[in-house]
């Protein structure tokens, strides 16, 4: 069927294409949920004292923090043979499953328990995790706005939700279903179990396959189709857009928004931090 031209300009794209473009936030949201499910466990297990767990979980939002606004600024500016956002997909992703191999065995290089090695170790290989996490995750919402038009943006959104929250699920239940499959769920002290270490193996391996389908199956516009498509000069491709001009211009929505956001996440915090230990000990 020949695509329509909406009033944005953008053409309405075929299912399969706003499949294949959020496709690849499955394996990337595993291994966001991996990190959350899991790193209380991991810190408690290589000798972190419960009560400073804190101080480890301030490393991924401090990340996201820095990397989240910089991928988006820089990769408004970059055009080559790879696209504009599939470059640090391509960057992102490898090295974080590279990461999510090395992280559950921060605990079985012979660094002892409770050594300050293990700790840093561990605690390097979570920032690792999450600065290549994020700019893994940032070109499959960015490619929406680039490629989908109004109509089709809720439908596009709706199947990133989707496969995000799937794989979220999988990864939080992955070392229960590994421990089902007879995988070891304990190991000598200061070692991570062989569940949760499958478990993190298997994740990695999705994000490098669902995040190779979307940079094999999906092609960003070029340049020109680009500025054609949004109204704009292909000078206008080679400026990136002001930070403070953009929250001077942002609507009331986006301030409602934000501040929800920010209370919420409190709620997460805690919730990743505390709540495995707390179970493990009460329950």
């Known amino acids: ?39 209380g466990r991991i810190f408690q297990t290589i000798g972190a004292d419960p009560t400073k767990l804190g101080f480890f979980f301030i ?25 504009r956002r599939m470059p640090y997909l391509l960057v992102g992703a490898p090295i974080a499953a590279l990461v999510l191999i090395l992280l559950p065995n ?9 050594s300050l090695a293990a700790l840093w170790f561990g605690a ?4 690792f995790l999450d ?11 960015m490619m929406v706005g680039d490629m989908v038009n109004d109509d089709q943006k809720s439908y596009a959104y709706g199947i990133q939700s989707f496969l995000s929250n799937t794989g979220a699920v999988l990864a939080a239940i992955f070392p229960f279903l590994f421990t089902w499959f007879g995988v070891k769920n304990i ?11 499958v478990a ?40 990136g857009g002001n930070w403070f001009t953009l929250l001077k211009t942002a609507p009331k929505a986006f301030w409602t928004v934000t501040l929800v956001q920010f209370f919420c996440w409190f ?7 505390y709540s495995a230990g707390a179970i493990a000990k009460n329950v």
Do not use: C
């Open 267 to 273: 709620a997460f915090q805690y919730l990743w931090t």
């Open 200 to 239: 993190f193996y298997v994740g990695a391996a999705l994000l490098v396959i669902t995040s190779l389908f979307t940079v094999f199956r999906v092609h960003e516009y070029d340049p020109a189709t680009y500025a054609k498509y949004h109204g704009i000069t292909e000078e206008d491709n080679k400026e």
């Open 1 to 39: 069927m020949e695509n329509q031209k909406t009033t944005t300009g953008l053409p309405s794209l075929p299912i399969s294409t706003l499949f294949a473009m959020t496709f690849g936030f499955f394996g990337v949201n595993m291994a966001f949920s991996l990190q959350s499910s899991q790193m």
């Open 124 to 127: 390097i290989t979570v920032a």
């Open 106 to 114: 921060a605990g079985s290089f012979g660094f002892g328990y409770g």
């Open 131 to 141: 600065l290549s996490s994020n700019v893994a995750m940032q070109p499959f919402k």
């Open 59 to 83: 490393l991924p939002p401090l990340m996201g923090m820095i990397v989240q606004p910089l991928v988006g600024k820089y990769s408004d500016l970059t055009w080559n043979r790879f696209g």
């Open 187 to 197: 190991a000598p002290k200061g070692v991570v179990p062989d569940s949760v270490k």
